[in-house]
């Protein structure tokens, strides 16, 4: 849930050899605990909703993307998204960062560059994506260890009815949760409830296919050449109409 390369930045540190405070002081002691002492600066992202990431600059020019937390949540957290990335590349064929450096503290990627905002980068996109969830069907549902939404855990234990799965893992697991406790009122759960239970008279049955899981527009870079590239999933086998929601539905 943070995208890579800001529009505009919250804070820079260009001073690697006196203390940095804040989010750019945090970014730079997770890169030197990774080993990575040649920085130069680093640029805040203004676009994280749950980390703490950014830009880092080395002394060569590269440019290298790091993603922390003041306290992780869990300390397999961004290994399984290393994992998940992965998995997209492999797997589904996409295009990801490379993997620098990952460990319970942070997650160090090759730098992508923004998406060009053209007609024909979004259908080479959506081609990508049909072939990926076209090619990776699967009669089950789910992944084979829970993994992260952002800071929230993302339960995927193995199904083979996708209904149940969407209602249990994607909808009603949520509404414990306080923030969604604040937001909603009995009512508003009481009816979430019952829509999970028409979920199989209101959607045709569909298989299981290999998804990004949190494919919202931030998530969305480009190669140095300007391929479609997708950053921060959270995957499992669902039903690919979840990525196509999550795109539509982007802020």
């Known amino acids: 849930m943070t995208k890579q390369v800001p529009e505009g930045t919250e804070a820079t540190s260009d001073a690697p050899d006196s203390p940095a405070s804040g989010a750019a002081g945090l ?16 640029e ?9 990431a950014g830009l880092a600059t080395r002394r060569s020019g590269a440019r290298v993307f790091v993603k922390t937390f003041e306290s992780p949540p869990d300390d397999t957290l961004f290994t399984l998204e290393a994992e ?6 492999e797997l589904g064929g996409l295009a990801t960062p490379d993997v620098v450096h990952v460990s319970a503290d942070a ?9 060009p905002q053209t007609p024909d980068f979004w259908e080479r996109l959506a081609y990508k994506m049909a072939r990926m969830h076209t090619a990776t069907v699967s009669d089950r549902f789910g992944w084979a260890h829970d993994n992260w939404l952002g800071r929230w855990r993302q339960h995927n234990a193995w199904d083979t009815d996708g ?7 994607r909808v009603l697991r949520w509404l414990p949760e306080p923030r969604v406790q604040k937001k909603l009122d009995a009512a508003d759960r009481r009816a979430l409830e019952r829509l999970c239970d028409r979920l199989p008279d209101l959607l045709p049955a569909q298989p299981a296919c290999l998804t990004h899981g949190d494919f919202w527009m931030q998530n969305v870079m480009a190669t140095a050449d300007g391929e479609p590239a997708v950053i921060d999933p959270a995957v499992s086998y669902m039903w690919a109409d979840v990525d196509i929601s999550h795109l539509w539905c982007s802020p």
């Open 163 to 169: 209904f149940r799965f969407f209602a249990q893992q």
């Open 84 to 89: 998940g990335l992965q998995a997209l590349r």
């Open 44 to 52: 805040v992202s203004a676009e994280g909703l749950a980390a703490v």
């Open 107 to 115: 997650l160090v990627l090759s730098a992508l560059q923004p998406r």
């Open 27 to 42: 970014l730079l002691r997770r890169l030197r605990d990774a080993g990575i002492d040649d920085v130069v600066s680093v």
